[in-house]
């Protein structure tokens, strides 16, 4: 359902070429949690953003759900973006809006009437238990909490896909893994497929169904993570 052939990304600032990602080919299937691993400049951020066209590929192709994401015009790519949710390392919230405002923020731009948008973000705010805290500003929640909601506004309009770049690198072990209980749980009651990016083996191991290791823009290594890791 997500498919990547030979894509590649070169960054071009006039004052110099960066050769992000060489010859990327890549499948992921609906309904997998899928693991990207590397260190710090690998090319982890930019594959993943080629996925929702935050970045456009030098050459390749890109496939979601049977479009090709990096040929749609300006409206279609508008509506193929509310079916891919996004969730960060430092959240990118807004900080003059409460958890509620935030959570329904792209389903106003979406353009929803009032009572659904209001109903809806109930539901979400349950989903990822911030029923308490639907009030406060990111500025008075923890750093977990402050991903709960950067989890529900990924999945405000119902997302076939989640991208998750760095989601747990700011947060203790104890958070991360909560956070990751959370993913897991979404993944299995609503079949979203999890795209995720970490520099951390034990994030892959603990959810991953599979998993790929970039270095130096390719991927060196790709299968089961049990495959790729051998058992824990
Ligand atoms: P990380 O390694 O966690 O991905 P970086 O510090 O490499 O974070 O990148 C942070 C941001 O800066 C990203 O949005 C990335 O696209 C951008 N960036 C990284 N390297 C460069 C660069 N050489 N020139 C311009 N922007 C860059
Ligand atoms: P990772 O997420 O694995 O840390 P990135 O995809 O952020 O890797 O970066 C891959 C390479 O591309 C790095 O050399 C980085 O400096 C460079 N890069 C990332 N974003 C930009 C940008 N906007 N402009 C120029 N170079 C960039």
């Keep these: 359902m997500i498919k990547l052939n030979n894509v590649q990304k070169i960054y071009d600032n006039n004052k110099q070429r960066v050769t992000a990602l060489k010859n990327i080919n890549l499948e992921i299937k609906?309904?997998?949690?899928?693991?990207?691993?590397?260190?710090?400049g690998a090319g982890k951020s930019t594959l993943i953003r080629l996925i929702n066209m935050l970045e456009n590929p030098t050459a390749g192709e890109i496939w979601v759900n049977g479009q090709r994401m990096d040929r749609l015009n300006n409206e279609k790519l508008r509506l193929a973006r509310q079916k891919i949710g996004m969730?960060?390392?430092n959240f990118n919230l807004l900080s003059s809006r409460t958890v509620r405002q935030n959570i329904a923020f792209p389903l106003e731009i979406a353009g929803y009437p009032k009572e659904k948008i209001d109903k809806?973000?109930?539901?979400?705010?349950?989903?990822?238990g911030l029923t308490e805290r639907a009030d406060?500003?990111?500025?008075?929640l923890s750093g977990g909490q402050k991903q709960r909601v950067g989890?529900?506004?990924?999945?405000?309009?119902n997302p076939e896909v989640l991208l998750s770049d760095e989601a747990t690198s700011a947060l203790d072990p104890k958070t991360t893994e909560?956070?990751?209980?959370l993913l897991w749980e979404i993944n299995r009651k609503f079949g979203i497929t999890i795209i995720l990016i970490t520099h951390e083996m034990h994030v892959i191991k603990k959810i991953c169904h599979r998993v790929a290791v970039i270095d130096g823009?390719?991927?060196?290594?790709?299968?089961?993570?049990?495959?790729?890791f051998g058992n824990p």
Aim: overall charge negative; proline content about 4%.
């Design 120 to 128: 809806r973000v109930s539901e979400l705010i349950k989903l990822v």
């Design 87 to 89: 969730i960060f390392q």
């Design 151 to 157: 989890i529900a506004r990924a999945l405000a309009n």
């Design 30 to 40: 609906s309904g997998e949690i899928y693991g990207i691993i590397g260190y710090s």
């Design 217 to 228: 823009g390719e991927i060196v290594e790709e299968g089961p993570v049990t495959e790729v």
């Design 136 to 140: 406060a500003y990111p500025s008075e």
């Design 178 to 181: 909560s956070i990751l209980n």
